[in-house]
Every structure is written in structure tokens, then in C-alpha cells.
């Protein structure tokens, strides 16, 4: 038990395609080169990158809210036509907690 967190190593970051950063963090809970990078929805700290690919990998900057959809249809020539991000629903996120329902009740 110290306050020395800064020198913690652990770094949650997952760049896509790659395992998790694990380099040395900072009070952010972030390394130094992770730290205030935003989600490219909604601007929260990243934790992140997109992992779908078309004719490359996507890699957008995504938080635990937030995750890649595929609309239906043509992908395009590059894959990634129908591609695009957004906040994810409540029952999907881990930060918010899900407020009961009626429906399981009847
Ligand atoms: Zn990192
Ligand atoms: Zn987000
Ligand atoms: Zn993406």
C-alpha cells in the first residue's frame, strides 16, 4: 500500500491488432504515449483502437463505451464503406449501470 501508483506497470491500452500496452503508467492509469487519447465518439479517455478491417485495419481511438458497426450492405472497395462508430447501448457498457426494467417482472 503506497501512494506510488505512478510507477505502476499495467498500461490498459489496447492497440488494435495487438495485446494489451502494459508499459509503466501514470496517475492517469495510462503510459505516457496513451494518456489523452480520445475516443473518436464521444471523447473520453481511449482505451482502445477498432479492429475492423476492410482492406486495412481501421484502428480508430474507441473508450469502453463506445465500439465499431458494420451497417448492412456493400462494404466498398475499401472495405470500410459501411463502417462507422458510435457510443455503445446501456446494457453493453461497463461504466453505467443498467437501471431494472419491468419487463422481467410479468
Ligand atoms: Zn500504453
Ligand atoms: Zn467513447
Ligand atoms: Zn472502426
Redesign the pocket.
Known amino acids: 500500500m503506497s501512494d506510488k501508483a505512478a510507477l505502476e506497470f499495467g498500461c490498459p491500452y489496447v492497440p488494435a491488432y495487438s495485446n494489451r500496452c502494459n508499459r509503466l503508467k501514470g496517475e492517469s492509469g495510462f503510459c505516457s504515449q496513451h494518456t489523452g487519447i480520445k475516443?473518436?465518439?464521444?471523447?473520453?479517455q481511449?482505451t482502445n483502437e477498432c479492429n475492423e478491417t476492410g482492406q486495412f485495419v481501421c484502428g480508430a481511438r474507441?473508450?469502453?463505451?463506445?465500439e465499431g458497426y458494420r451497417e448492412k450492405g456493400p462494404s466498398g472497395a475499401w472495405g470500410l464503406l459501411n463502417h462507422d462508430h458510435r457510443?455503445k447501448p446501456p446494457e453493453k457498457r461497463r461504466s453505467v449501470i443498467v437501471p431494472m426494467t419491468k419487463d422481467h417482472i410479468s
Open positions: 475516443c473518436c465518439v464521444c471523447g473520453k481511449a474507441l473508450c469502453d463505451d463506445c457510443e
